[in-house]
């Protein structure tokens, strides 16, 4: 007889959101650069005398195994470097503020304030400001040796190590990251192509697209403006990401259209996804495809027809290739970050909230004798990132994630004696950093607390005695970041989903008005189809993080999910639409154009004032044969789901 759970033990949909691991390819190499950079290190400080500089060593690698997540080698360079020089200075102000006592605490909460408005900039400045209050966290909370300079040498040197092994493949395989990301591209348009006509699949192949696309041009983009367009294999690579959107745009009026295009088309793409790759050029071998008898058809076929050419070609011209999102040069873009920084009320109120916990536990354990109270910062700073994902899912994940790297740390530090034998303990463990890391923050912290727990050990040879202190250390952290950094700022438990789609209601409307204008600059308007989406993918991410909150935010955030799909939907029927007139359907009149947009504003405005979404009846006209009429459908739809009572 089966046996079921009563409802009352049934876990909540959002803690098991948490706690359900995320699939990942295994990274074997990132995997062995973990266990060598991390490893030799300490063998070396056993060999040469000085275990203690080999623990350091081993602890700045491990700031640059946690960094080290780009695949392209040109991007290891930066995703690692910078933030270990960053952490750098970190080291050396926390050793200025060791044993200050209260000024120790101005100190430590003035890094956090930068650190937290830093954070808000991008992928490699929230890692650098990570690493310069963890460090500085650490020197603050560590008696390090002297001199001064000894610590930030040792702990830059280890991650350097790591971005060194990184890098040691590039002249064999420089270049072959960039053609494998526009690759992928080219992969799941070919997959999006196929699911023409099957709604679910559809749905899921197009956001797959869309991330891919996205992490393409930042990969290629940020190359290439260091090169300044100079680099021919990074403008070839730019040419045929900007040669696929035809196609792209091209799916959504095959999907509505609901006629399956033949196999052959996805098979094509798949053939030029190969040519791109290798880096092939000539006349790529693709499958014979019927004659176009639709505006449809016809649309893929021309931009079939202009993908084969763009990837045949030998040579591009660097300075007719587009770059789609408009990227002015990179000094340019620095200055605008920085200026954003500094005025923004987001980074502020983020570096605010930081430096507050930061302040209160350096705080608490300055009043409260708390052996190796480092931890407890240590903690906030890694629960409290914004861009990691929920504070309350962090702080939860990072309690069980602890207890179970608590149990793991008793048994090496209970049968490993302090010697030689913690290298091959370190090689065993250092990897399942990065192997551990993709699968969600709990595991990750599970394969870090035991790492950290080892070099600690051999800086202060305190063994099992640490355990007991840890686990409460983390819990402190994990309660002063619930509290000070998540139940005093409402906006960080209030869903930010219905403003986002406010904005992305408005720009829908803008790029409504530009598809079917008078004088619309091409470039213009692929631009801002392209900004439209990747807001699109920004706003699905966040509705995937609100759910993992607890009630009523997780529940909240799961009424707007209709709202989310419907606004997907409008851009896909504004894009064949358009796809549409510019292979032979009749243009919509001005009238039409400007009666939908009238329509979203007045969308855009009830979502962004509406507390909760009520379902209300809404019927736009126009002329039934109009080539607007689907997308006015959607709009309608739109306005049904989102029109507050």
């Known amino acids: 007889m089966s046996r079921e759970f009563p409802i009352g033990l049934t876990p909540p949909d959002w803690l098991v959101r948490n706690l359900r691991p995320q699939q990942a390819p295994v990274n074997w190499a990132a995997a062995t650069r973990a266990a060598i950079a991390m490893a030799l290190p300490l063998a070396i400080g056993f060999a040469t005398g000085y275990p203690a500089y080999g623990a350091l060593a081993s602890m700045g690698a491990l700031n640059g195994v ?56 991008g992928a490699v400045a929230s890692v650098s400001g990570l690493l310069l209050l963890l460090n500085c966290v650490v020197g603050a909370g560590l008696p390090l040796p002297h001199p001064w300079w000894l610590a930030p040498v040792l702990m830059t040197g280890g991650g350097l190590l790591v971005l060194a092994l990184a890098l040691l493949g590039w002249p064999l ?65 730019l040419a045929q990401l900007n040669a696929i959107t035809p196609v792209i745009e091209a799916a959504p009026a095959v999907h509505l259209a609901g006629r399956p295009l033949p196999p052959g088309v996805a098979e094509a793409v798949r053939r030029l996804a190969d040519a791109v790759e290798t880096g092939r050029t000539g006349h790529p071998d693709l499958p014979i495809l019927p004659l176009p008898t639709t505006e449809t058809s016809r649309a893929v076929d021309h931009a079939l027809r202009h993908v084969a050419s763009v990837v045949a070609a030998p040579d ?74 929920s504070v309350f899912s962090r702080a939860l994940l990072r309690a069980l994630g602890t207890v179970v790297g608590l149990v793991i740390a008793a048994a090496v530090l209970t049968e490993v004696p302090i010697g030689w034998w913690d290298v091959p303990t370190m090689a065993l463990l ?14 990750q912290t599970a394969a870090i607390t035991p790492v950290i727990l080892l070099v600690s050990d051999i800086l202060n040879h305190q063994g099992t005695a640490l355990l ?5 250390d983390s819990l402190m952290g994990c309660a002063i970041a619930l509290v000070a950094g998540y139940l005093l700022w409402p906006e960080s438990w209030h869903t930010r989903v219905g403003d986002r789609l406010a904005d992305a209601v408005l720009d829908t409307t803008a790029y409504i008005e ?127 789901v989102a029109t507050p009572h």
């Open 173 to 237: 395989r420089a270049g072959v990251p960039e053609r494998a990301s526009v690759a992928v591209v080219y992969r799941e348009v070919a997959d999006l192509l196929a699911s023409c006509g099957s709604p679910d699949r559809y749905i899921s192949n197009r956001f797959d697209v869309t991330r891919a696309l996205n992490q393409s041009y930042d990969l290629i983009l940020s190359h290439r403006a260091r090169h300044h367009g100079r680099s021919q294999e990074l403008t070839r690579l």
């Open 468 to 472: 007991l202190p840890r686990l409460l």
């Open 316 to 389: 591009v011209d660097p300075h007719g290739v587009d770059d789609r999102f408009g990227r002015p040069g990179l000094g340019v873009r620095t200055a605008r970050a920085t200026r954003t920084v500094m005025l923004s009320a987001n980074s502020w109120r983020y570096g605010l909230r930081l430096a507050l916990c930061i302040a209160i536990a350096q705080s608490l354990v300055s009043l409260i004798p708390v052996p190796r109270s480092y931890w407890v910062a240590l903690t906030i700073t890694f629960v409290l990132k914004p861009d990691f994902g």
């Open 430 to 443: 250092a990897p399942l950093v990065p192997v551990l890391t993709p699968r969600g923050y709990g595991f």
């Open 514 to 640: 530009a598809a079917f204008g008078p004088a619309t600059d091409p470039t213009a308007r692929a631009r801002m189809r392209r900004l439209l989406y990747r807001d699109l993918s920004v706003i699905r991410t966040e509705f995937q993080r609100a759910l993992t909150e607890p009630p009523p935010t997780g529940r909240r955030a799961a009424a707007w999910w209709p709202l989310v799909v419907a606004v997907e939907r409008i851009v896909d029927a504004t894009t064949a639409a358009h796809v549409r007139v510019r292979h032979g359907a009749a243009p919509p009149s001005p009238t039409e154009v400007r009666h939908l947009a009238l329509q979203l504003r007045e969308l855009a405005e009830g979502v962004r004032e509406a507390d909760t979404l009520t379902a209300i009846p809404t019927h736009l006209t126009g002329p039934a044969d109009s080539v607007l009429e689907p997308l006015r459908q959607e709009v309608a739809a739109a306005r049904a």
């Open 66 to 121: 946690i960094g080290d997540t780009a695949d392209a080698y040109r991007m290891r360079v930066i995703f690692i470097a910078i933030p270990q020089f960053v952490g750098a200075v970190g080291v050396i102000l926390g050793t200025l503020a060791f044993g200050q006592g209260w000024y120790a605490v101005a100190i430590v909460t003035a890094v956090a304030l930068v650190s937290g408005m830093i954070s808000t900039i």
